[in-house]
């Protein structure tokens, strides 16, 4: 079993920052791929960004440049620095870790509001 805990979200103004942080525990082995996906209501939970353990990312068209993914691998934690953001970025943002191979596992986060006021 694998244990995530996100936190960083909360309120912010249009143009505001916000850093969300995901600690992986538990069984974790190697994590091959870190990454953030966001949903609204209704709304299929999209890919923000993605790191794999070497260092390539993996970007939404409508971050690029505002986001940045960053990973502690001794810590086994995933960050999301968020900037300029706006308020169509309002969404519960959620951890996602992936594990390939013969022991492969897949998890997610519990999930964390963000809310940009405009």
């Known amino acids: 079993q694998v244990q995530l805990v996100e936190s960083g979200g909360g309120l912010v103004q249009t143009g505001g920052s916000l850093r969300l942080s995901c600690a992986a525990s538990?069984?974790?082995?190697?994590?091959?791929?870190m990454a953030w996906y966001r949903q609204t209501p209704g709304k299929q939970r999209e890919l923000v960004a993605a790191?794999?353990?070497?260092?390539?990312?993996n970007y939404a068209d409508f971050v690029k440049g505002r986001f940045t993914i960053s990973r502690d691998n001794v810590k086994n934690t995933v960050y999301l620095q968020m900037n300029s953001l706006k308020a169509e970025d309002t969404a519960v943002y959620y951890c996602?870790?992936?594990?390939?191979?013969?022991?492969?596992?897949?998890?997610w986060g519990q999930g964390t509001q963000v809310t940009v006021s405009s």
């Open positions: 538990g069984s974790i082995g190697s994590i091959n791929v």
């Open positions: 790191l794999t353990r070497g260092g390539s990312t």
């Open positions: 996602n870790v992936k594990r390939f191979g013969v022991l492969s596992y897949e998890y």
